[in-house]
Structures are given as C-alpha cells and as structure tokens.
Antibody, heavy 118, light 108 residues
Framework: QVQLVQSGAEVKKPGSSVKVSCKAS????????ISWVRQAPGQGLEWMGR????????NYAQKFQGRVTITADKSTSTAYMELSSLRSEDTAVYYC???????????WGQGTLVTVSS | EIVLTQSPGTLSLSPGERATLSCRAS???????LAWYQQKPGQAPRLLIY???SRATGIPDRFSGSGSGTDFTLTISRLEPEDFAVYYC?????????FGQGTKVEIK
C-alpha cells in the first residue's frame, strides 16, 4: 500500500520561499511520478507540476513556471516542492499525489497548509 | 489549455436519490485520461473513477462514470449519507492536468 506523508504546516512572509516535502512508502519510489496540486481556501484543485524521479525530469504548469521547483531524492523516497516569491494568493493546502496508470492521481498526501501573511 | 466546466455548482438531494453530475470540456478529451474525485472537508481528494468509466479500487458500484469527447457524467445511483461531498473531474493532455471547479452534493 502506497503512503505519502507530507511535512507540516508553514507560515511564510510575502516574498519568501517555502519547501514542502512528501515522503513515500510502499511500492517503488523510482517508478512513480509525483505531482503537486494545490487548493486555496474554499477553492478547487490546481495542478502545479510533476517529477519523474527515475529520470529526474520535472515539468510545470505554465502559471507556475519560474516560481516552482520540484525535485526528488531517490535515496530517501522523498519529493519536494519549493515555491518562491510567495504572495498572499499562494495561501493554500498543497498536496502531493502519485500518478496512476491512466494519468489520474491514485494516492494523495495528507496536505500541507502554507499560509502567506505579513 | 483544456477547461473543464462542471454543472451544477451545487446539487441538493436526499439520501437514496440519484445524483447526476456533468463535466464538459472546452475541447475533446481522451476518455482514457478523464477521472473523477470525491473530496470531503479537511481531507485529500479520493479517486473514484478513471478512464471515464472504470471504478478505482474499493469504490462502491453505486458510482459510475460515462461519456466521451467533451461530455462526461458521474452518476451516484442511490446517495448514501457518506456521499455528500464535493466532486471534481480531471483530465490529462499535453503533459499537464486540469480540474473542473467542482460540484457540491449537499443534503436537501
């Protein structure tokens, strides 16, 4: 059974950066693709980007290009999402999710609340 | 970018009733890459349907998906108390994913 466990809540100042981790267990991490999806308060789901750990290749939604960096450490089965130049609109719950066989997301982390406030 | 529009925004129904949720795409979507999720307050989304009509592991058969091209439907045949939640459709294409804005199924 795959499990994704994310790091804890963060409070950040505008203009700073945040780095959220997602540790995987079960299955073979290198064979996963991990995406990051965020959800602003009371809003819907928004895909940010993904990484293929075995290749070390990431791609990002156009909206976040230049501000988000997704990486993976195969030795610890952990994926990371770093978002820079934070603004209040980035206040959201950030989820990691594993990509399933039909480009869906079959396992999700518990979510990490990032609050951006001065 | 493909935009997914879900309707209605809110569906008010009673337990035991049938729920029909719509997801319309701005251009044709591969049925292989159309999925539905359920989300309850304070929880991560849960995969219900993938490939437009295949139920994910452990999903009861009262949930069914159908459709092709630009029009997709999630049907809950008889609402159970635990089914009142927000439902999202999602598609994959051109190396990225988009979600619909969600349909809330609430108790009438």
């Amino acid at each position: 059974q795959v499990q994704l466990v994310q790091s804890g809540a963060e409070v950040k100042k505008p203009g700073s950066s945040v780095k959220v981790s997602c540790k995987a267990s079960g299955g073979t991490f290198s064979s996963y693709t991990i995406s990051w999806v965020r959800q602003a308060p009371g809003q819907g789901l928004e895909w940010m980007g993904r990484i293929i750990p075995i290749l070390g290749i990431a791609n990002y939604a156009q909206k976040f290009q230049g501000r988000v960096t997704i990486t993976a450490d195969k030795s610890t089965s952990t994926a990371y999402m770093e978002l820079s130049s934070l603004r209040s609109e980035d206040t959201a719950v950030y989820y990691c999710a594993r990509e399933g066989i039909r480009k869906n997301f079959d396992y999700w982390g518990q979510g990490t609340l990032v609050t951006v406030s001065s | 970018e493909i935009v997914l529009t879900q309707s209605p925004g809110t569906l008010s129904l009673s337990p035991g009733e049938r729920a029909t949720l719509s997801c319309r795409a701005s251009q044709s979507v591969s049925s292989s890459y159309l999925a539905w999720y359920q989300q309850k307050p304070g929880q991560a989304p849960r995969l219900l349907i993938y490939g437009a009509s295949s139920r994910a592991t452990g999903i009861p058969d009262r949930f069914s998906g159908s459709g092709s091209g630009t029009d997709f439907t999630l049907t809950i045949s008889r609402l159970e108390p635990e089914d009142f939640a927000v439902y999202y459709c999602q598609q994959y294409g051109s190396s990225w994913w988009t979600f619909g804005q969600g349909t809330k199924v609430e108790i009438k």
